[in-house]
């Protein structure tokens, strides 16, 4: 099946740094999405993006849809404690319902 | 929130047992999906359904068996539990294409 392959895997930053992380694909995707999981919780949406080159912004929280299709990044400014987990990129690709997941980027963030 | 929950939340099991984890959404979402996330494999799809005694098979059926006899219910069954399937399994819920999921707050299952 398709694989996203998402980096870094891990991240250990100073609350108050820029974290940038990306998202990358052999397969063209129609859809990226963006995903926040807290420890003991299910991933929550963030950001979704629908067309290739946009850009949207959620709060501190910025994701860019790649203009191959291929990839996409995501950006958090000025990180605070909360921004702790783990955040996942997933993609739709042609008409599917089955949402494809990268493997994740672990950020720690410290005080 | 959404209105999913799944249950139990934490259960052990011993190999060889049948084991049944439910979702229940009050939202009349017509696609439901299960996911099982293990360490270095992110989110991986066991099975989905599209409506009411319809399913299909993900990138990681084996081992496992679903039912949809009501909209608000999906049932994930592992008939014959194997330490392999020790995971923490997400069920998820999708008003339709191209949208995005809402996830059910997991259940982490050990079979020893």
């Known amino acids: 099946g398709q694989q996203l392959n998402q980096s870094p895997q891990s991240m250990f930053i100073q609350e108050g740094e820029d974290v940038s992380m990306n998202c990358t694909s052999s397969?063209?995707?129609?859809?990226w999405l963006w995903y926040k999981q807290d420890p003991g919780e299910g991933p929550v949406l963030l950001i979704a993006?629908?067309?290739?080159?946009e850009l949207t912004s959620n709060g501190r929280l910025t994701a860019q849809f790649g203009i191959t299709r291929k990839d996409s990044f995501l950006n958090i400014s000025a990180s605070i404690p909360s921004d702790v987990g783990i955040y996942f990129c997933?993609?739709?690709?042609?008409?599917?319902?089955?949402?494809?997941f990268g493997t994740g980027t672990q950020l720690k963030v410290e005080l | 929130d959404a209105g999913i929950t799944q249950s139990p939340r934490h259960k052990v099991t011993e190999t060889g047992t049948p084991v049944t984890l439910r979702c229940h959404q009050t939202?009349?979402?017509?696609?439901m999906y299960w996911y099982r996330q293990d360490p270095g494999h992110g989110l991986r799809l066991i099975h989905y359904?599209?409506?009411?005694?319809?399913?299909d098979k993900g990138e990681v059926s084996d081992g496992y068996s679903v039912s949809r006899s009501k909209t608000e219910d999906f049932l994930l069954t592992l008939e014959s539990a194997t330490s392999s399937q020790t995971s923490v399994y997400f069920c998820?819920?999708?008003?339709?294409?191209?949208?995005?999921?809402?996830f059910g707050s997991g259940t982490r299952l050990t079979v020893v």
């Open positions: 359904s599209y409506g009411v005694k319809d399913t």
């Open positions: 397969s063209i995707f129609n859809t």
């Open positions: 997933a993609g739709f690709t042609g008409g599917g319902n089955k949402l494809t």
């Open positions: 993006l629908y067309k290739a080159g």
């Open positions: 998820a819920i999708s008003r339709g294409q191209g949208n995005g999921y809402t």
């Open positions: 939202e009349n979402h017509r696609y």
